[in-house]
């Protein structure tokens, strides 16, 4: 309880992140013609994301769909951020060739999460820790990426049985709180260094299997976090796997991206 009461305390430094000193770098320019800019409408409220065609497409197929949920430092409105880590693994032409799929990063606004989380104050009204409830209404922006991937369904382009969904550090969280809240939709998942309600891991371990990630010394989500994760899901029997790096920080990401076999286990596994 102590280590989860730690863990939940550095989630304010991870959410009060100051995006607007985030500027984009070299990569990020190189891989942007890449993605096409796209935005999504429902209900008065616009969730901007960029999409990544599969190669050599082909009008009468059906792709496999992933989702790639940014962390809190990509938060804002440019439509360009988001693609800061992950942009460059998933737009690689070589994993394109062998695993064509459509693949979406959304963009998250700035003061927004995408999974609701809820602070909790001590007597002098300190904030001293954060809970993932599920009897809340979503957050705007992961309220929007249920419709949103509803509707690349309907377009006729996207495989539903082949949806894939994951995330780092806040969109860790964000992939958690999806499969969790649905967990027919999914067919795996991938959260690098998030949190989440591990108690509700009930509502998707024998249907989504997860591949675990996370630093051994990341001092901002601390990797508690994701063994809290692993014990659960190796309780309730899931299929799932946990790769922890030992001495390895808060961009466990990095360590992600060049892990070998990661987008075949993904696409191993279909609803």
Partial sequence: MRNLKLMLCLLVTLLTIDTQAQTPDASLQAIDSVFSYESYIHQGDTLRYRMLTPLHHDIHKKYPLIIFLHGAGERGSDNKAQLKHGGKWLGNDSLREK???????PQCPVNETWAPMKAKFDSVGKRVSFEFPLNTPPTKPGGMLKPLI????????????????????????????????????????????GAGNVDAAVNFAKKVPVWIFHGGADPVVPVQASRQYDEKLKSLGAEHKFTEYPGVGHDSWNNVFVEPGVLEWLFDHKK
């Fill in 99 to 105: 695993f064509p799929a459509y693949v979406i990063f």
């Fill in 150 to 193: 509803d509707s690349l369904i309907a377009s006729g382009k996207v495989d539903p049985q082949r949806i894939y969904i994951g995330g780092l550090s806040l969109g860790g969280m964000g992939t958690f709180y999806m499969i969790t809240t649905y967990p027919n939709l999914f067919a795996a998942a991938f959260p690098i260094c």
